[in-house]
């Protein structure tokens, strides 16, 4: 099949499970790559903590920033506590900064992303991922604003209502009347611009090497393993990514790096138009695209 008709097809698939995306998988070593509406932009929610521990880490390797450096995080700084992380802690701690940088990338914790950015601003982390030659990807603010959408305003019982919300005021332009979803207010990228960003990683580029090293370390100790690594992962091929998920907003890009030596980023950012919190369903169908265009590239 060629990769017209494939598109096309998945595309088809996407849509009739309520889905839409941007998609690419693109080989580091050819340049060679297929995808899906891949300059869609979309709100990336914790998918921006890979610019952010670029940026963490070009600081430490300046000698800017010391990684050994230990920090006070009081309990209470997440109005609503993550799934994991010192959001949960009851009591004070004090954490390394390099060790803050593991909690933010491989355990997703969004307190820990925040303490980073309180050393690292925004606009810092921003231009970080310029220097480095990658477009197309905005750092616009910390991630607590995550945590200020209308799902928080209501019980867990009636969390749909928010989906709800999220799915139906769209506009034509990605605007959106909350500011997490408006790609032109959040943290935003599409597929291709993080692609080009796991590139730079993965590949020689303007980022140090002991920078690149690092972040790809953390990368492959990611915790969350729901997404896409059930497809990815295997005793032949390993999986580093990061993942983002916000309302009805599901992402996860990656690298695959097969045990023959092909070496594929992969980045799938998708919206659900289906009402609900919990859609195992489209987690399964995400993967699979991901996986049919990363098939018909190999």
């Given at each position: 099949m060629n990769g017209v008709r494939l598109t096309r097809e998945l595309r088809g698939v996407l849509s009739d499970a309520g889905l839409s995306g941007s998609f690419l998988v693109?080989?580091?070593?050819?340049?060679?790559?297929?995808?899906?509406?891949p300059d869609v932009e979309f709100a990336v929610a914790s998918l921006v903590k890979v610019p952010l521990a670029v940026a963490v880490l070009a600081r430490i390797h300046d000698g800017s920033l010391d990684g050994a450096a230990m920090i006070d995080v009081e309990p209470g700084r997440a109005a609503v506590p993550g799934p994991a992380g010192l959001g949960r802690f009851r009591h004070p701690a004090r954490v390394a900064v390099e060790d803050l940088l593991y909690l933010?990338?491989?355990?997703?914790?969004?307190?820990?992303?925040?303490?980073?950015?309180?050393?690292?601003?925004?606009?810092?982390?921003?231009?970080?991922?310029?220097?480095?030659?990658?477009?197309?990807?905005?750092?616009?603010?910390?991630?607590?604003?995550?945590?200020?959408?209308?799902?928080?305003?209501?019980?867990?019982?009636?969390?749909?209502?928010?989906?709800?919300?999220?799915?139906?005021?769209?506009?034509?332009?990605?605007?959106?009347?909350?500011?997490?979803?408006?790609?032109?207010?959040?943290?935003?990228?599409?597929?291709?611009?993080?692609?080009?960003?796991?590139?730079?990683?993965?590949?020689?580029?303007?980022?140090?090497?002991?920078?690149?090293?690092?972040?790809?370390?953390?990368?492959?100790?990611?915790?969350?393993?729901?997404?896409?690594?059930?497809?990815?992962?295997?005793?032949?091929?390993?999986?580093?990514?990061?993942?983002?998920?916000?309302?009805n907003l599901r992402h996860e890009v990656g690298v695959v790096e097969h045990d023959d030596g092909a070496v594929l980023a992969v980045a799938a950012l998708t919206e659900s138009n289906v009402p609900a919190v919990v859609q195992p369903a489209a987690e399964a169908l995400m993967a699979h695209v991901a996986r049919t265009l990363h098939d018909h590239l190999r």
């Open positions: 693109r080989d580091l070593s050819t340049g060679e790559e297929i995808g899906i509406d933010s990338t491989a355990v997703s914790d969004n307190t820990a992303a925040d303490v980073l950015f309180d050393l690292v601003p925004p606009a810092e982390v921003h231009r970080a991922v310029r220097d480095a030659g990658v477009a197309g990807i905005a750092v616009r603010h910390r991630l607590r604003d995550l945590v200020e959408t209308p799902a928080e305003r209501f019980e867990p019982g009636d969390a749909h209502l928010a989906h709800a919300l999220a799915i139906g005021s769209r506009t034509e332009g990605r605007g959106h009347p909350v500011p997490q979803l408006d790609v032109s207010r959040a943290n935003a990228g599409s597929a291709r611009a993080f692609t080009d960003l796991l590139q730079a990683l993965w590949t020689p580029s303007r980022l140090p090497a002991a920078v690149t090293a690092r972040v790809r370390a953390l990368m492959g100790e990611n915790l969350i393993r729901h997404r896409l690594a059930p497809d990815f992962a295997s005793d032949a091929a390993k999986w580093s990514s990061k993942t983002g998920t916000l309302l």
